[in-house]
């Protein structure tokens, strides 16, 4: 089909630049492993937890509104200025006031001695709020290129700023290079605080090349519409709720590790399970990048008359390639691992395969909310993400004391599998699409498989795992026939 090959070569697009820059971003874990030890990792994890809150609280849902209004209104510029506007202030007004009470925030979370670690994250969140909009715009205009370089240059900018502050500023001083000039803006020991000011700097920098684009901002921005703006937010409350709940979902785990084990090892198992969740990244850029170019495409397809057939198909090629990236990834953890070479991380690798499925069953709740996007039953979405938000912070609750952060590993799963189910039994009351749940439950059970046998394969000749490859490879010809089926058999042909 066509139109589904056209989805996945957006997301093959937009999905290089979160490789490139994410993968590139990743290689900084064994920087950080090697530097800080676990209880100081943690800390990088705690922040961007709360960022990722109050981003969500900030954008209010503006994003999805964006591209819902962008296709339905006559006047485009005027859904741009609005959107823009109305995060703009709210990150005027989150910069003032977060500026203003830094140290009583970092009082609260117990880091009365380092107020600055909140006052540059308040400085990070505002500079992203103001990019969400007009990076909107170019998802929504298919300029994905655009999307991406923009993308690649603020992670080689982050990485960079990391590498200088964290090892060529450390090396001059210890050389006796340039110490006067490395004194002005680097200040021994070697700190976490490094991480948030190179962040910082790249944010900034990524906002400046946005407002000096012309093409994205400038030319998009009229007066805003305060009519439009009451639509807006009539469609996104919901969606803030559910941003909100679904933030709750990816990082109460990180929160309440630190307060629900003892002081003593909480940070230190927080670190552990922090890095090796990072692990699980190539699974998390499809997901993310999938997201990016599904969104349009769900409202851009929805007044075709194929529309149901491209999203049932939809699912089922996701299906397959996040199991494919679920595979790869447990049948070579032992060679993966060797990213994380400060080997007190790893005894907490056993999480990744949980979180894998955990992450492909998001994926999978992403294709089955089209059904809610389109209808404007938003506040469906807000049910949903309410429901896994409970269950997250009860299963957390009850399962971190007793078994850790495992514990919170499995929350994650439990968490996406039930949104999941909640979100096709509303769908198939309010906007059936006849999904082949058993074509999908049959992937699910060939890969289980395969990843089941590996576990009991032992041999290995030469240190290179032949089990695990014979395995993976049957799994890519299998994979190949499908997708051969979904693409070129007649039943699907005749919709290209």
């Given at each position: 089909?066509?139109?589904?090959?056209?989805?996945?070569?957006?997301?093959?697009?937009?999905?290089?630049?979160?490789?490139?820059?994410r993968i590139l971003n990743f290689f900084l874990v064994p920087l950080y492993t090697v530097l800080f030890m676990p209880s100081e990792y943690a800390i990088v994890a705690e922040m961007y937890a709360y960022a990722a809150l109050i981003m969500v609280l900030g954008s209010f849902g503006m994003e999805t509104a964006f591209f819902r209004f962008y296709t339905t209104t006559k006047n485009p510029s005027s859904v741009f200025s609005t959107a823009f506007?109305?995060?703009?202030?709210?990150?005027?007004?989150?910069?003032?006031?977060?500026?203003?009470?830094?140290?009583?925030?970092?009082?609260?979370?117990?880091?009365?001695?380092?107020?600055?670690?909140?006052?540059?994250?308040?400085?990070?969140?505002?500079?992203?709020?103001?990019?969400?909009?007009?990076?909107?715009?170019?998802?929504?205009?298919?300029?994905?290129?655009?999307?991406?370089?923009?993308?690649?240059?603020?992670?080689?900018?982050?990485?960079?700023?990391?590498?200088?502050?964290?090892?060529?500023c450390p090396y001059l001083l210890k050389q006796g290079f340039l110490t006067e000039l490395i004194g002005f803006f680097y200040t021994p020991p070697v700190s976490v605080l490094y991480v948030f000011i190179s962040n910082l700097i790249a944010s900034l920098l990524t906002a400046i090349i946005l407002l000096s684009d012309r093409t994205i901002i400038i030319i998009n921005l009229i007066r805003p519409n305060y009519t439009l703006l009451k639509k807006?937010?009539?469609?996104?409350?919901?969606?803030?709720?559910?941003?909100?709940?679904?933030?709750?979902?990816?990082?109460?785990?990180?929160?309440?590790?630190?307060?629900?084990?003892?002081?003593?090892?909480?940070?230190?198992?927080?670190?552990?399970?922090?890095?090796?969740?990072?692990?699980?990244?190539?699974?998390?850029?499809?997901?993310?990048?999938?997201?990016?170019?599904?969104?349009?495409?769900?409202?851009?397809?929805?007044?075709?008359?194929?529309?149901?057939?491209?999203?049932?198909?939809?699912?089922?090629?996701?299906?397959?390639?996040?199991?494919?990236?679920?595979?790869?990834?447990?049948?070579?953890?032992?060679?993966?691992?060797?990213?994380?070479?400060?080997?007190?991380?790893?005894?907490?690798?056993?999480?990744?395969?949980?979180?894998?499925?955990?992450?492909?069953?998001?994926?999978?709740?992403?294709?089955?909310?089209?059904?809610?996007?389109?209808?404007?039953?938003?506040?469906?979405?807000?049910?949903?993400?309410?429901?896994?938000?409970?269950?997250?912070?009860?299963?957390?609750?009850?399962?971190?004391?007793?078994?850790?952060?495992?514990?919170?590993?499995?929350?994650?799963?439990?968490?996406?599998?039930?949104?999941?189910?909640?979100?096709?039994?509303?769908?198939?009351?309010?906007?059936?699409?006849?999904?082949?749940?058993?074509?999908?439950?049959?992937?699910?059970?060939?890969?289980?498989?395969?990843?089941?046998?590996?576990?009991?394969?032992?041999?290995?000749?030469?240190?290179?795992?032949?089990?695990?490859?014979?395995?993976?490879?049957?799994?890519?010809?299998?994979?190949?026939?499908?997708?051969?089926?979904?693409?070129?058999?007649?039943?699907?042909?005749?919709?290209?």
């Open positions: 089909m066509s139109e589904i090959k056209n989805l996945f070569n957006q997301t093959i697009v937009y999905g290089f630049s979160s490789v490139v820059a506007s109305f995060v703009l202030s709210n990150a005027i007004l989150f910069l003032f006031f977060g500026s203003v009470f830094h140290q009583e925030i970092a009082n609260c979370l117990g880091h009365s001695n380092h107020p600055e670690y909140v006052l540059y994250f308040v400085l990070i969140i505002g500079f992203d709020l103001f990019s969400i909009i007009p990076f909107s715009i170019l998802r929504q205009q298919n300029k994905a290129l655009k999307f991406a370089t923009i993308k690649t240059v603020n992670i080689l900018i982050n990485i960079s700023l990391n590498l200088f502050f964290l090892l060529l807006m937010l009539k469609y996104s409350w919901p969606i803030l709720i559910a941003g909100v709940a679904f933030i709750i979902n990816e990082t109460a785990d990180k929160i309440l590790i630190k307060h629900l084990l003892p002081k003593g090892i909480a940070m230190r198992e927080l670190g552990i399970y922090s890095a090796c969740y990072k692990l699980t990244i190539f699974m998390t850029l499809f997901v993310q990048a999938y997201r990016f170019a599904a969104e349009p495409f769900f409202f851009n397809q929805f007044s075709k008359p194929n529309a149901k057939t491209v999203y049932s198909l939809m699912l089922q090629v996701f299906t397959l390639l996040s199991l494919f990236i679920f595979l790869f990834v447990v049948l070579y953890l032992d060679f993966i691992k060797l990213i994380i070479p400060n080997t007190l991380y790893h005894e907490g690798l056993k999480i990744v395969p949980i979180v894998l499925l955990a992450n492909i069953f998001l994926g999978i709740y992403y294709n089955l909310s089209v059904w809610y996007k389109v209808t404007n039953k938003t506040y469906y979405a807000a049910v949903i993400s309410m429901i896994g938000a409970f269950l997250t912070i009860i299963f957390n609750i009850v399962l971190i004391p007793k078994y850790g952060y495992m514990g919170a590993a499995w929350t994650t799963l439990i968490c996406y599998m039930t949104m999941t189910l909640v979100s096709f039994y509303f769908g198939q009351h309010n906007f059936k699409i006849n999904y082949s749940l058993r074509r999908i439950s049959y992937y699910f059970f060939i890969t289980l498989s395969v990843f089941f046998v590996s576990q009991v394969l032992t041999q290995k000749i030469y240190n290179i795992q032949i089990d695990n490859t014979i395995l993976f490879l049957l799994y890519i010809i299998f994979m190949y026939m499908e997708l051969r089926r979904i693409f070129f058999n007649k039943k699907t042909k005749i919709l290209s």
